[in-house]
């Protein structure tokens, strides 16, 4: 699970350098196209299964390492970017936000709608919050202290597109 995850995370974040929004004209910031050489895959991976290798002709290797892998979603600016603008907290705006990298703890298990599966997320900073040690400022995308705020009509459409097609 660990080498999948791994690889995922390898993935997102080639896919991030080669689009990251950068400054425009006006302080405007804009995102380059992906480009034509990088699929575009996510914001769920789905591991592939043994009808995949057949339809490929590969030899196939049955092990439970390989039957076990779960799905995982990634919660991104890659994907998200809209989640990535306010503070959870203060709901600063994008200006006080600075991205602080992958959860530092790894995937986090979560209870799928037909399976169990995993999601790994982004954190960011708010320097606003910063100036208030009792409260915490660093944020990341799959804790609850991240979601307390958002109601479920927030939650991203483009998740639900992608859950389980």
């Known amino acids: 699970?660990?080498?999948?995850?791994?690889e995922i995370v390898e993935y997102v974040s080639h896919v991030w350098d080669a689009t990251k929004p950068s400054g425009g004209r006006n302080g405007?910031?804009?995102?380059?196209?992906?480009?034509?050489?990088?699929?575009?895959l996510g914001p769920k991976f789905i591991p592939p299964n043994y009808h995949d290798h057949y339809r490929r002709r590969s030899a196939v290797n049955i092990t439970p390492r390989t039957a076990n892998l779960k799905a995982v979603?990634?919660?991104?600016?890659?994907?998200?970017p809209e989640l990535f603008n306010n503070c959870p907290?203060?709901?600063?705006?994008?200006?006080d936000l600075r991205s602080n990298g992958w959860t530092g703890q790894g995937p986090r298990?979560?209870?799928?709608?037909?399976?169990?599966?995993?999601?790994?997320?982004?954190?960011?900073?708010?320097m606003k919050c910063k100036d208030q040690p009792e409260?915490?400022?660093?944020?990341?995308?799959?804790?609850?202290?991240?979601?307390?705020h958002k109601e479920h009509w927030e939650v991203p459409r483009m998740y639900f597109l992608y859950c389980y097609l």
């Open 109 to 126: 298990e979560v209870h799928g709608l037909f399976r169990e599966e995993m999601a790994l997320g982004w954190q960011i900073k708010c």
């Open 28 to 40: 405007h910031k804009t995102s380059p196209a992906l480009p034509s050489t990088i699929l575009s």
């Open 73 to 80: 979603t990634i919660i991104h600016p890659v994907f998200f």
């Open 89 to 95: 907290r203060c709901n600063a705006g994008a200006e």
């Open 1 to 6: 699970q660990l080498m999948w995850v791994s």
């Open 135 to 148: 409260k915490g400022y660093c944020f990341a995308s799959t804790s609850a202290e991240f979601w307390e």
